[in-house]
């Protein structure tokens, strides 16, 4: 934690690092100051450090990081989850609750596109009591993340997640068509022209961020095909930036939607489109 501390100057990333490499709460490490550190857990903490140091996002140089309840391995093929994207599940999960309520003659089917780790479907997998989840994506290196961290998952949740592959609603199995209860998405949605720090766009995989000229562009695409897929009672849940909330939210009812609104995250910046069949 001292080297951390020194060679980042940050208290709490040496903190972090340290709990990763020693598999300890800094509670524990704190009980045991005066140990011996076994020379393999410090030539792990001093690779982290040193691609830390590089300008790696801290997540990335740890391989894994929290998502809600979930501990989701993370590397260079998928986005960072990000706190804005924990409000998006909670959304999805009263969305999906209300939709429940209502419905009792089979087992709900969530639907995530572009799953990238798998935050989303697998947090829906896991929190929801009963629910079939689907986790897509376009890119295969996306969809082995998602896959080994629903090996991580358990047993109880991980047999109603199915991933596949492809773009947007082309990776679904037809059958679905007409049945999905709740479509939940965190698309691209930066725009050609718009910059992002340094961190962010040397690191993370830009199919992940950038949409195209406008950033409303993959939003569109799910936006306009959601109808189609959803039950008569379903909903979908599509997180955005908030100047893009009043064109989504317009978006929603041009495409047939009954009700259209726009939630807050945590920061009280319009987030999330919840659009109601
Ligand atoms: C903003 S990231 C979200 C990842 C994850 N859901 C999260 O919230 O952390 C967008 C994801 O959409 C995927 N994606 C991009 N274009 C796609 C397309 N045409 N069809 C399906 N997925 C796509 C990317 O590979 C990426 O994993």
Do not use: C
């Not at 410090?42 to 740890?62: H, K, M, N, S, V």
């Not at 929290?66 to 999960?93: N, Q, S």
């Not at 969530?110 to 009963?130: M, Y």
């Not at 979908?236 to 495409?255: C, I, K, N, S, T």
């Amino acid at each position: 934690m001292a080297e951390g501390r020194e060679r980042l100057g940050s208290a709490t990333e040496a903190r972090r690092i340290a709990e990763r490499a020693s598999g300890w709460t800094v509670g524990d490490l704190t009980g045991h100051a005066s140990d011996q550190v076994p020379e393999r857990v410090l030539d792990f903490a001093r690779r982290i450090i040193e691609r830390r140091a590089a300008g790696e996002p801290l997540q990335y140089a740890l391989g894994t990081w929290g998502f809600r309840t979930l501990d989701l391995l993370v590397d260079r093929r998928v986005l960072i989850p990000r706190p804005e994207t924990e409000v998006v599940v909670e959304v999805a999960l009263d969305e999906l609750q209300a939709i429940v309520k209502e419905r009792t003659d089979r087992v709900p089917v969530a639907v995530d596109l572009g799953t990238g780790s798998g935050a989303i479907a697998l947090s829906l997998a896991v929190e929801a009591k009963r629910i079939e989840v689907w986790a897509t994506d376009a890119s295969a290196d996306a969809l082995a993340v998602a896959r080994a961290n629903l090996a991580g998952i358990g047993g109880r949740a991980a047999p109603r997640v199915s991933l596949a592959q492809g773009h947007w609603f082309d990776a679904l199995p037809p059958h679905l068509r007409g049945s999905i209860d709740l479509i939940v998405s965190n698309p691209p949605y930066i725009g050609d022209d718009e910059s992002l720090p340094g961190e962010v766009s040397d690191w993370e995989p830009a199919s992940a961020l950038r949409a195209g000229p406008t950033g409303l562009e993959d939003i569109e695409v799910i936006v306009s095909g959601a109808p189609g897929w959803l039950a008569s009672a379903g909903a979908l849940v599509v997180e955005l930036a908030p100047h893009q909330a009043e064109a989504a939210r317009a978006m929603a009812l041009g495409a047939g939607f009954g009700e259209a609104r726009v939630e807050r995250d945590l920061a009280g910046r319009e987030r999330v489109l919840v659009a109601r069949t």
